[in-house]
C-alpha cells in the first residue's frame, strides 16, 4: 500500500517552529539567519499573526510617526540608482539650495500642530558643508525654542563634530540608510560605500544622537539581503527602522522595477519584526503604492510611519494616517527614545 505523507502533521510541524521561533524572540533570544530564512517560507497570516504578538509584547500599542521636509533638492553627486535627486539620473526633479529658515520653520509649526511629534529635515548630496551645517543648527534652534517639535536630520555622511554641533543645536536624532545589505550594496550606490554608512552612524552615536536607518525594497535584492540587511542593523543597535518600497520614478535606472505588492510588504515587515523585536518598524517611502495605504503591515510587526509627503513623491495625509492608526488600537508617541 503507497504511504502518503501526512500533510496535516507536516502543517502542525511548521506551526509548532513558527510557535518556538515567537517564544525564543519574546523570552530575549535571537533569530538566526537560517531561522529568518525559514520564516520567510512559512504561510503569510500565521506569519503575520506571530510577528503582530512580538510587535505587542515588545512594543505594546505605541505607534511613532513623523513627516519629513525636502530641504535641499536635487544635484546630489552620488550615483544610487533609485534617487531621483541623483545628478547622474535625469527625472527632471526640481532643484533648490537649503530652503530658508522661515520656509522650514512653518513646515514645522504646520506639522506639529496637526499632532506629529517628530520633524526630520532631509537634505540632497554626500554631506552637507560647515557651513550649512552652520545655518542647520539656527534653524533647529528656532523650532525647539519656538514651536517645540523633536527635531530629525537626514543630512549624509557627516563626521562626528557636524553632528555634535546638530545635537547641541537641539536635534535628537540622525537618519542614514543603510537601503540594502553589504553585498548589494555595490549594485545600488557607487561613489559611496556601505562602510561610509556605517562609520556614519557611528560618528551620529557618538555624537549623542539617535539613529534612524533602514533600506528600499524591490531593488532587485534578494530575500537573502533583506535578512542580512535587519542583521546589520541589529547588530548596530538600530531602533527606528524604516522600510520603504521601491516607487519606479522614470528617469532612474530603476524605472522598470516591479512594485512590490502589499503582501510582500506584509512578509518583509513581518520578518523584520522576528529579528528586530523591539525596534519602530516604520513604513516610510512607497506606502502610497499599496492600496491599503499600509493597514496591513501595521496589523503584521509595522508601527510606525513617515507620513505626509515624501522627498520627491506624494504620500499621505497625516489626518488620514492619524484616523487609521487610532482604528487600529495605537496610541501615537514616542518610542524607541
Known amino acids: 500500500m503507497e504511504v502518503r505523507p501526512d500533510r496535516t502533521k507536516k502543517g502542525q510541524d511548521k506551526m509548532e517552529t513558527i510557535n518556538s521561533l515567537t517564544e525564543k524572540v519574546q523570552n530575549g533570544g535571537e533569530i ?81 500642530e496637526q499632532g506629529v511629534l517628530r520633524y526630520s529635515i532631509v537634505t540632497s548630496g554626500k554631506r552637507l558643508s560647515d557651513a550649512e551645517v552652520d545655518r542647520l543648527c539656527g534653524v533647529i534652534r528656532r523650532i525647539r525654542e519656538e514651536v517645540g517639535i523633536a527635531v530629525c536630520v537626514s543630512v549624509g555622511l557627516l563626521g562626528e563634530e557636524q553632528f555634535r554641533k546638530l545635537r547641541e543645536a537641539g536635534a535628537s536624532r540622525a537618519h542614514n540608510n543603510l537601503e540594502t545589505s553589504r553585498r548589494n550594496f555595490p549594485h545600488i550606490c557607487t561613489t559611496h560605500t556601505f562602510d561610509d554608512k556605517i562609520e556614519a552612524i557611528r560618528a551620529a552615536r557618538r555624537a549623542g544622537l539617535t539613529v534612524c536607518s533602514g533600506g528600499i525594497m524591490g531593488l ?35 524605472e522598470q522595477n516591479q512594485v512590490l505588492t502589499g503582501e510582500d510588504m506584509r512578509r518583509i515587515v513581518a520578518v523584520y519584526r522576528f529579528l528586530l523585536p523591539d525596534a519602530s518598524i516604520r513604513l516610510a517611502g512607497g506606502r502610497g503604492l499599496l492600496a491599503d495605504k499600509g493597514k496591513g503591515c501595521f496589523a503584521s510587526g509595522a508601527n510606525a510611519a513617515i507620513s505626509g509627503d515624501m522627498l520627491t513623491t506624494a504620500g499621505i495625509t497625516t489626518k488620514t494616517d492619524l484616523e487609521l492608526v487610532n482604528g487600529l488600537g495605537y496610541e501615537v508617541r514616542f518610542c524607541n527614545e
Open 32 to 112: 538566526t539567519r537560517e531561522e529568518a530564512l525559514f520564516l520567510w517560507e512559512q504561510p503569510l497570516e500565521e506569519l503575520c499573526e506571530k510577528a503582530d504578538q512580538i510587535r505587542r509584547y515588545f512594543c505594546g500599542n505605541g505607534f511613532d510617526l513623523c513627516t519629513i521636509i525636502n530641504g535641499k533638492s536635487g544635484r546630489c553627486s552620488e550615483d544610487c540608482r533609485f534617487c531621483a535627486q541623483s545628478a547622474h539620473n535625469h527625472t527632471g526633479v526640481t532643484e533648490y539650495p537649503l530652503l530658508s529658515d522661515e520656509e522650514i520653520l512653518e513646515q514645522a509649526r504646520i506639522n506639529h
Open 220 to 254: 532587485g535584492e534578494t530575500v537573502e539581503d533583506r535578512i542580512d540587511m535587519a542583521i546589520s542593523l541589529r547588530e548596530l543597535g538600530i531602533k527606528s527602522v524604516p522600510v520603504n518600497m521601491l516607487n519606479p520614478i522614470p528617469g532612474t535606472p530603476l
